[in-house]
């Protein structure tokens, strides 16, 4: 079994609607994060926490809201999906002081908003 | 803040020979970690391998190396023996250890084609 799965994996859906994706994982890890990736843009961070009551912004978190609700879970939802939120979001996980703080990456969602 | 450029937007080299992915990283963090990632067409992020900044000796796992110097801040991936599965695109990421360079910056990708 994977160690952190991300539901739905792709998802179609329409402007304005609410959607929420959501990252488990199975690591122990006590630090996870939401990536979005566009293409030729690399991956650029939307929000991190490093336990159950820590959240943080990242590099572009407006539009975006996240929910840790318990050290496995972690959720990104869009309140009201726009079409340049279209991208593949990645969930990643990390152990602090294990290897520079390596990430570990779930397997993508593919998010269209049309 | 920090910064990785690759400047490599692709690469092609031939099965079993060597190829070398160049990154250069920018930052004014004393500490800090370097990492290399691939993902392949399938889109999976896979962790490949990590050097520190303090590390003396070059980070190695398997068939990849990260040549490191540091003076000229690169952090070049070097894979060995190409195969066929190595075509993908590669991810060079950095993290520092102060305030906001504590957020992971990530390059833009090379993509590598291996050819048979």
């Known amino acids: 079994d994977a160690d952190v799965t991300q539901t739905p994996r792709n998802r179609i859906t329409k402007t304005g609607k609410r959607i929420m994706l959501e990252c488990s994982q199975t690591?122990?890890?006590?630090?996870m994060y939401w990536y979005r990736q566009d293409p030729g843009l690399g991956l650029r961070l939307i929000y991190y926490?490093?336990?159950?009551?820590?959240?943080n912004k990242g590099e572009i978190s407006d539009g975006y809201s996240v929910s840790r609700q318990a050290q496995a879970k972690f959720s990104l939802s869009l309140e009201s999906a726009i079409p340049n939120q279209t991208a593949l979001y990645f969930c990643?996980?990390?152990?602090?002081?294990?290897?520079?703080?390596?990430?570990?990456f779930g397997p993508g969602t593919r998010l269209t908003v049309l | 803040a920090q910064k990785i450029t690759q400047t490599q937007p692709g690469m092609f080299v031939q099965e079993k020979e060597a190829v070398t992915l160049d990154c250069t990283y920018d930052?004014?963090?004393?500490?800090?970690?370097l990492f290399w990632y691939k993902q392949p067409s399938s889109g999976e992020m896979i962790f490949l391998i990590y050097?520190?900044?303090?590390?003396?000796q070059n980070a190695t796992e398997g068939r990849y190396s990260l040549n490191f110097q540091k003076a000229r801040k690169s952090a070049n991936l070097v894979i060995s023996a190409s195969q066929l599965g190595d075509s993908a695109m590669y991810f060079c990421?950095?993290?520092?250890?102060?305030?906001?360079?504590?957020?992971?910056?990530f390059g833009r990708g090379t993509s590598l084609i291996v050819h048979p």
């Open positions: 050097q520190g900044s303090y590390d003396e």
């Open positions: 990643a996980t990390s152990d602090k002081g294990s290897r520079g703080d390596t990430q570990y």
């Open positions: 690591k122990g890890h006590d630090r």
């Open positions: 930052t004014s963090d004393q500490s800090y970690g």
């Open positions: 990421a950095m993290r520092g250890v102060s305030g906001g360079s504590y957020i992971p910056t």
């Open positions: 926490s490093f336990d159950v009551k820590d959240i």
